[in-house]
């Protein structure tokens, strides 16, 4: 990666002090971009994508016929929820058109939506949402949680993962990431103002990526760290009313 295109901004100065990311410019080399800020946790960075579909897939207990990733990106988790929910038929939406016009291209039994104020696209049992909220500007993010409480089904899930600002390494992968230069990291009281505000039911806030990959004997360890405020993200589960 050349000098000019990465930008280095300290990571709660958000896009006030920062510009507003538009990842249509950086949907052809996203998965680069995310190689380069992670590969010292994670040689695969495909790693991060199967470890939180497998997680919420683990614990799911109710049927899914209906999932929807909310700003899905390039659509890197869409065939990962289609392999753990192969009865399902799977969502995404974006803000980005560029990034959606990649993710039609790898997924072409998922169906994609530019996301917009008032967009209907039926109720769902299952709004998986990776790695978002944190480029939503943190005035809107009150709205947007209603709009995604409004589109889940009577008793879906919702399961939202985030950076954790307390994890160090965490905030240094941000910091070097050109396109989390506009990120403003939520805590998890954060989130689980969002889900009240919402009403959402909050089921569980847990802890997860604690250990490398590279370290994968350790792996079976981290179920029971959940607690433990230092895992590289953070899962937070709700239900719908
Ligand atoms: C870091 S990427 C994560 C993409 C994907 N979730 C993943 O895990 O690979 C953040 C994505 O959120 C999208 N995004 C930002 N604001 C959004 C919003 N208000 N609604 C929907 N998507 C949004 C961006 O366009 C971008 O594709």
């Given at each position: 990666m050349s000098g000019d295109t990465k930008k280095k901004l300290?990571?709660?100065?958000?896009p006030q002090a920062g510009e507003k990311i538009d990842f249509d410019d950086y949907s052809a080399n996203y998965d680069e971009l995310l190689h380069e800020s992670t590969k010292l946790y994670a040689e695969d960075s495909e790693y991060f994508a199967k470890y939180k579909v497998d997680l919420v897939r683990q614990s799911i207990r109710s049927p899914v016929k209906r999932v929807l990733e909310y700003g899905c990106g390039t659509g890197r988790n869409i065939g990962y929820l289609q392999a753990a929910f192969p009865e399902a038929k799977i969502f995404g939406t974006d803000v980005s058109s560029e990034s959606l016009r990649m993710a039609r291209a790898n997924n072409s039994n998922a169906e994609f939506e530019l996301e917009a104020?008032?967009?209907?696209m039926g109720r769902f049992d299952l709004i998986f949402i990776a790695s978002v909220f944190h480029h939503i500007l943190p005035i809107d993010r009150k709205v947007v949680m209603k709009s995604l409480a409004a589109r889940l089904a009577p008793q879906g899930t919702i399961d939202v993962f985030e950076h954790n600002p307390f994890n160090p390494v965490t905030r240094k992968i941000v910091n070097d990431c050109p396109f989390d230069a506009d990120a403003v990291l939520l805590k998890p009281e954060e989130l689980r103002g969002l889900f009240r505000h919402a009403a959402i039911r909050l089921d569980r806030v847990s802890y997860c990526l604690f250990v490398p990959p590279r370290l994968s004997w350790l792996i079976p360890l981290e179920k029971y760290l959940r607690w433990f405020p230092l895992g590289g993200q953070y899962w937070v589960r709700g239900t719908g009313s």
């Open positions: 300290p990571i709660q100065a958000g104020p008032g967009l209907d």
